[in-house]
């Protein structure tokens, strides 16, 4: 089955109500939107549309890991995906100038012409919004980070060495210190 045609959801045909739709998300689903910042990502995203006259309501959670790597050390680890997410998918005449005046980022205009609604650019939003914004190695049950222990050496060294050249840049004007 054609990627985008998986996640189109044929909504004319739905009775109002609730309908469940599940989606198992792996790193292939990704390819169209280019490189990113994660790999091995294996995501569960259950969806519930709520169909009602003119809108309707989605509701997106999203469970599930990815290896990313530590913002410290450059260890690859692995984050737990976990969050909702909700939209409104609003049907009227005219959606283009409603998309772009809309505020709300959780409002979205389309045609009532429409039959069909692609859900797969929200799901992929949602997957990286899901990723923690500060990834790092936690630490072991003595309380010791578990980063690399090499590289934070090398950090530490250099920030030593920056403080050093901060001081050498102040040293001089010492000697203007005190003139009154």
Not at 82 to 97: A, H, S
Not at 128 to 140: A, E, F, W
Not at 163 to 173: E, F, I, P
Request: proline letters at 4%; glycine letters at 6%; a negative charge.
């Amino acid at each position: 089955m054609n990627q985008r045609r998986e996640f189109e959801i044929a909504f004319v045909g739905l009775k109002p109500g609730v309908h469940v739709y599940e989606y198992h998300i792996e790193d292939k689903f990704f390819v169209p939107y280019g490189p990113q910042d994660f790999e091995n990502c294996n995501a569960d995203v259950k969806l519930s549309l709520e169909k009602n006259n003119g809108f309707m309501l989605l509701k997106f959670d999203i469970d599930g890991t990815v290896d990313v790597t530590c913002d410290r050390c450059g260890n690859t680890l692995t984050a737990q995906l976990w969050d909702e997410f909700n939209i409104i998918v609003k049907m009227v005449d005219d959606p283009e100038p409603m998309n772009e005046t809309e505020e709300d980022p959780d409002v979205y205009y389309i045609s009532r012409g429409e039959s069909h609604l692609f859900v797969g650019d929200w799901i992929y939003e949602f997957v990286n919004l899901s990723i923690p914004l500060q990834k790092m190695c936690g630490k072991d049950e003595k309380g010791n980070s578990k980063c690399n222990p090499e590289v934070l050496e090398k950090l530490r060294k250099m920030e030593e060495d920056t403080q050093k050249d901060n001081n050498k840049a102040w040293k001089g004007l010492d000697k203007f210190k005190n003139l009154e």
